[in-house]
């Protein structure tokens, strides 16, 4: 039976016909002739039969399709059956190097941290605009990933694309391509009505993918309403984001299990209720992971942090199903503190929407359909009028990216230690009391041999010294789920939005370049002082939203560290207190010895 490789695009791409480049639109349909061209390329032909390279990361397979049986001999008594093959494909995209933590097993029914990939024999979701929205609703698991799993589709590890997952596609070969000609540099990279502005011959840079080139060159399109304004102000605390019109909160609670399919489709739903409507909506796993990649399509410079680990195994067991919940809500709380993102469209359709099948799909391809994403955000923006001090701007967005570099190594420090610190209270620590507390219960039993008034108040001392070390390692074993655990869901959320700011920080290095080669063309006499003044308006929106951004991590950051360490230290007064009182009242029952 023979297999056909084809792909769908999933973004616009205008290659450069002298290089050799196909250019490729969203949902297109390609057939791979080659995925060996090395460097992220591939070579296909379209359905006009047009043969070139494009991007891998711009486009996801599709389920092989098996040339259609041959007809049985007449002495059969059946037909062989044959079907689409529909295993999907088998990505694990963690948002965050996940080796660099280890996993803490909470209990036997799951475990801290742990990544599951997908579902054997489910189609992973496809988030394409022009998708049926019957897709919505296809049988698939409350685990299954998305396409978009990723904080960027750049960042796909090539290790992941081998194996049936991908239908017979190898890793690609990473060697460096052919160099076009200088002619072709030259003829080709013109931007459409940007001048001799040129754009970049890396497609892959996340300044490109993000749209960012598109905007700085003046290219992003897209009417904005007034009521989608977003403001920058400058504060006394440094450049902010505006607040948000209307402050409000999202309660997520009683989980519940439900089927389809009469009983072959099992998954969780989550009641949602936000205080600004005070309705209450159901919503799947499924429903958050499509607003989370909605956001981080929209929000080029805004820290989207990923949705907590899928797993496997264990998945509907009430332990589970808890710690689940509670980190949906850490992730809604964060979201709906972000004054950007708590007045989203697609955020508000997530929160308001009813369980209406209709209803939900209308909203879904109007966010589908947003033009003001990507680099075409930075059109909604309206900033101050004070010219920003671009070299100042640069100095601070290198001490951040050096901030959140150490941050980064530190909460993996803190993380690891917290770890090794919950498992010796499960383990050594628990043993080690109850080991000393055994010592005691055998030297009282030997004192039983001495039945006398005299003795008996001491044998009894002995013993109850030996019940209260016994008891002090159980609470030793239990402690960390009001402390550790915790304290290791907040570091475990900050391990997703740490990794989110290099690529934010990339948009702004990508547009400072655009500008100095604008600065460049403009002394050389090739490029009008007005286009200039024109792509340094735009570094600045740029410049002026990274700044908002990266003084909102600062705030968010410092309200959660120490919530943080005060609950734990609190947690840790309330623990010793405890085992101080056992040991008080061991003391105690000897002053009647």
């Not at 194996?163 to 072709?184: A, E, I, M, T, Y």
């Not at 942090?305 to 496997?312: A, E, G, H, M, R």
């Not at 943080?564 to 009182?581: D, E, G, H, W």
Request: aromatic share 10%; with cysteine.
């Amino acid at each position: 039976m023979g297999t056909e490789i084809q792909v769908r695009a999933m973004y616009d791409f205008d290659g450069v016909a002298d290089n050799g480049e196909l250019s490729i639109r969203a949902n297109e349909i390609l057939t791979v002739t080659r995925q060996d061209i090395g460097d992220g390329w591939w070579e296909g032909r379209n359905v006009q039969g047009e043969v070139g390279f494009f991007p891998e990361a711009y486009v996801e397979t599709l389920p092989s399709v098996p040339q259609p049986p041959a007809i049985p001999a007449r002495n059969q008594s059946s037909y062989g059956s044959s079907g689409v093959g529909g295993q999907a494909s088998s990505w694990d995209n963690s948002s965050y190097n996940q080796q660099q933590y280890p996993k803490t097993t909470y209990s036997s029914s799951y475990s801290y941290g742990q990544t599951a990939t997908d579902g054997g024999g489910e189609q992973a979701y496809n988030f394409s605009n022009s998708q049926d929205d019957d897709g919505w609703d296809e049988d698939w698991d409350d685990d299954t990933s998305s396409n978009y799993s990723d904080r960027r589709a750049s960042q796909q590890d090539p290790d992941e694309l081998t194996g049936d997952g991908v239908f017979g596609l190898s890793v690609p070969n990473r060697q460096q391509p052919r160099k076009p000609s200088s002619h072709s540099q030259s003829s080709s990279a013109d931007a459409k009505g940007s001048g001799t502005i040129r754009k970049s011959l890396n497609r892959f840079t996340v300044f490109v993918k993000s749209g960012g080139e598109n905007y700085m060159l003046g290219s992003a399109k897209a009417t904005v309403d007034p009521r989608d304004r977003l403001e920058v102000v400058e504060t006394p605390d440094g450049i902010q984001w505006g607040k948000s019109p209307e402050v409000f909160s999202v309660e997520i609670k009683n989980p519940t299990k439900a089927t389809k399919l009469k009983g072959m489709k099992s998954f969780i739903a989550y009641e949602v209720t936000p205080t600004h409507t005070n309705r209450s909506v159901t919503r799947r796993y499924k429903h958050f992971d499509w607003l989370y990649n909605r956001l981080v399509e929209k929000f080029s410079v805004i820290a989207i942090p990923p949705l907590p680990d899928k797993q496997v195994t264990g998945r509907y067991e009430e332990e589970f199903i808890q710690h689940r919940m509670a980190q949906l809500q850490l992730w809604m709380n964060r979201m709906t503190r972000h004054s950007i993102v708590s007045r989203a469209d697609v955020f508000q359709h997530f929160l308001s929407c009813g369980d209406d099948k209709n209803t939900w799909k209308a909203g879904k391809r109007r966010a589908e359909k947003d033009n003001l994403i990507g680099g075409s955000f930075f059109l909604a923006i309206e900033t101050p009028s004070t010219p920003l001090d671009m070299q100042d701007v640069e100095q601070q967005l290198d001490n951040f990216g050096k901030f959140v570099k150490s941050m980064d190594d530190s909460v993996k420090t803190v993380y690891n230690t917290a770890h090794d610190s919950s498992k010796k209270h499960v383990g050594p620590y628990k043993r080690e009391f109850q080991k000393v507390g055994a010592a005691f219960n055998a030297l009282s039993t030997s004192f039983e041999l001495d039945n006398t008034a005299k003795s008996r108040p001491l044998t009894e001392a002995i013993a109850f010294t030996g019940r209260a070390y016994d008891e002090i390692g159980l609470l030793f074993s239990e402690q960390p789920k009001n402390d550790l655990h915790p304290f290791m869901d907040a570091l475990h959320e900050y391990r997703g939005i740490i990794p989110t700011f290099p690529d934010i920080l990339q948009v702004h290095k990508g547009a400072m370049g655009k500008f100095r080669e604008c600065q460049k063309l403009q002394e050389e006499g090739k490029m009008e002082a007005s286009e200039v003044e024109g792509v340094q308006q735009r570094l600045e929106t740029i410049s002026y939203a990274t700044l908002a951004e990266m003084n909102h991590f600062h705030k968010e950051r410092i309200g959660d560290i120490k919530v943080m360490m005060q609950n734990y230290l609190q947690q840790q007064i309330a623990f010793y207190q405890q085992v101080t009182s056992k040991l008080q009242e061991a003391l105690i029952q000897y002053d009647n010895v």
